[in-house]
């Protein structure tokens, strides 16, 4: 079936600096969405994008789907110390969504 | 809006019992739930998908006679881990989608299962 693969699987920050994360599909996927999780916490949704190419962004939150709707980033400038937690992409696969390994991030002060 | 809430947050239990968590979604209702499992530092399993009024359906390698669940109405879900054995200790979390599949899931608070 198809799986969503997330890389890096963590990601250690210098606080003000930027990062990417990656997600890449088997398939084409219709759409692709992004989520939050905090240390101790739940999933938290997002975004989510639907057309080839699509860029949106949330204030320092960059998110970008590719041409072939294969794969998919998240780009944060000046990373803060509120940006910690562990960022799952998701893609549908049949009437569920498949979860990414996530990037768990930490930040340094 | 969409918000789902789960209960409890935390329930320790001894090793042969069973342990009940509710799923509620308290502004919208769902006909379709979805059961995840999180084990430390790893990304979310999903475990079952609940649907109001019908059988679950279960994912591979998931014990429907461990893990019951039951929808009976557009906005509860129950999850019932029977027998409970210490490798059942985990993180489970509920969701749910306001509309069609494929739109966003809404997320409970999750339960820390542990079982002594």
């Known amino acids: 079936g198809q799986q969503v693969m997330q890389i890096p699987q963590y990601q250690h920050v210098q606080e003000g600096e930027d990062f990417t994360t990656y997600c890449n599909s088997s398939?084409?996927?219709?759409?692709i969405q992004w989520y939050k999780q905090r240390p101790g916490g739940h999933p938290v949704f997002l975004i989510q994008?639907?057309?080839?190419?699509e860029v949106k962004k949330q204030k320092r939150l960059t998110f970008q789907f590719g041409e072939a709707k294969k794969n998919s980033s998240l780009h944060i400038t000046a990373t803060q110390t509120t940006d910690v937690g562990t960022y799952f992409c998701?893609?549908?696969?049949?009437?569920?969504?498949?979860f990414g390994a996530g990037t768990t991030v930490t930040v340094r002060a | 809006g969409a918000v789902v809430s789960q209960h409890p947050s935390w329930v320790i239990c001894k090793s042969g019992t069973s342990v009940k968590i509710e799923c509620r979604s308290l502004?919208?209702?769902?006909?379709?739930m979805f059961w995840y499992r999180q084990f430390p530092k790893q990304s979310l399993m999903l475990m079952a998908t609940?649907?109001?009024?019908?059988?679950?359906?279960?994912e591979q390698g998931v014990e429907k006679d461990k893990f019951l669940i039951n929808h009976a109405s557009l906005t509860l879900s129950t999850l019932t881990v029977t027998s409970a054995h210490p490798e059942d200790s985990s993180f489970y979390i509920c969701?749910?989608?306001?509309?069609?599949?494929?739109?966003?899931?809404?997320f409970g608070n999750g339960t820390r299962l542990t079982v002594t």
């Open positions: 998701a893609g549908p696969n049949d009437y569920k969504l498949s």
């Open positions: 502004d919208f209702q769902a006909t379709t």
């Open positions: 969701s749910a989608q306001t509309s069609s599949y494929n739109s966003p899931l809404h």
């Open positions: 609940s649907n109001e009024g019908s059988k679950a359906t279960y």
């Open positions: 994008l639907v057309k080839s190419g």
């Open positions: 398939t084409t996927l219709s759409n």
